[in-house]
């Protein structure tokens, strides 16, 4: 397994499994994309050809990390398999790359987290931990356990995250990356803490700086 690279680094090198998916967290733009109106406020990608398309609301294509990373635990925890079988999850992250749009361009808030859950039905979920402040080296000790499906977010230095547990595999969604799989909880706890620790590194936040985590399991 070689990983992929990101943050100037190789992460993900423990995963048993993995699509890597990279340059499409942004708004997927052109005549099968989104609405006009909303790739005009927030840009995006064509389609076509994958170059940038600048908004109007930051100048820039904006990232949509927040929305795909909420969209893809929704479906994990509805027991959508497009959200954890590989075969087909390039065509799936073009789903989540429309709701995360939409979402993006709705609230243009990603720490509006309660909003963003209830759009994507998660709200009925029993939350194990509910905005648990912690360092990237602190969230292996606050996962849930494995009496049933879980899905979590991590907003972690300015990016979200998604992880989650199903069919005694653990999982990660990169956004910037894309899914990776793990059939050992001690490799998935190495690649996530990695990971963190990258990004934190990339966004020169000082080592004291938390991240905060928010898990739901499968069940209301």
């Known amino acids: 397994m070689t990983g992929v690279k990101l943050y100037k680094k190789t992460l993900f090198t423990n995963a048993y499994q993995s699509t890597i998916i990279k340059s499409q967290n942004t708004a997927p733009v052109g005549p099968e ?21 600048k908004g109007s609301n930051k100048g820039r294509s904006q990232g949509i990390c927040c929305g ?3 969209g893809w635990m929704g479906a994990l925890l509805s027991g959508n398999a497009a959200a954890t079988e590989h075969s087909g999850f390039k065509e799936f992250f073009t789903t989540l790359r429309f709701q995360g749009a939409y979402y993006k361009d709705y609230t243009g808030k990603p720490g ?6 209830e759009r994507f039905g998660i709200n009925n979920s029993n939350p194990a931990t509910t905005s648990t402040e912690m360092t990237d080296t602190g969230v292996a000790g606050n996962l849930p356990g494995e009496e049933s499906a879980w899905a979590g977010y991590i907003s972690a230095y300015d990016h979200a995250v998604g992880v989650g547990y199903r069919d005694y595999r653990y999982f990660i969604l990169e ?10 909880k001690a490799k998935f706890v190495a690649d996530l803490t990695a990971h963190l620790q990258a990004r934190r590194d990339r966004k020169d936040a000082g080592g004291d700086v938390s991240v905060k985590a928010y898990f739901y399991n499968a069940h209301g």
């Not at 994309?33 to 940038?52: E, F, H, L, P, W």
């Not at 509006?112 to 859950?117: A, D, K, M, R, V």
Request: proline share 2%; no cysteine.
């Open 33 to 53: 994309g989104v609405d006009t109106a909303v790739s005009d406020r927030i840009g995006g990608r064509k389609m076509s050809d994958n170059k940038k398309v």
């Open 68 to 70: 795909i990373t909420a």
């Open 112 to 117: 509006g987290i309660t909003l963003l859950f």
């Open 175 to 184: 956004p910037n990356g894309g899914l990776f799989e793990y059939q050992n």
